[in-house]
Nanobody
């Protein structure tokens, strides 16, 4: 699976962004999906997860209630709607796909997108 993330940018605190991640190469619906983020000098951080069907989603405590993960299997695309953005949300965001494992562990994911920068100014 090849993943291509997009939608990042520079916004002010309180604004919204929607990240997209388009997949190609294999059957998209076979994979559970996730979003992670990373800032320089810090470890990669789990953000959100969605199951193969889209019926189950989990979030990091830091984003729950502000971010929403979704997927459209017909379009081979997953999304991360980010509302009420905060400066601490600034990071490079990565989409990822996996078959099985622990959804909060990056090591469980088999495929990664290239990352998209999100910068939130105060």
């Amino acid at each position: 699976v090849q993943l291509q993330a997009s939608g990042g940018g520079l916004v002010q605190a309180g604004a919204s962004l929607r990240l997209s991640c388009v997949a190609s190469g294999r059957t998209f619906s076979n994979y559970a999906l996730g979003w992670f983020r990373q800032t320089p000098g810090k470890e990669r951080e789990f953000v959100a997860f969605i199951s193969r069907s889209g019926g189950v989603a989990y979030y990091a405590d830091s984003v729950r209630g502000r971010f929403t993960i979704s997927r459209d299997n017909a379009k081979n695309t997953q999304y991360l709607q980010m509302n009420r953005l905060k400066p601490e949300d600034t990071a490079v965001y990565y989409c990822a796909a996996y078959i099985r494992g622990i959804y909060t562990h990056g090591e469980s994911y088999d495929y990664w997108g290239q990352g998209t920068q999100v910068t939130v100014s105060s």
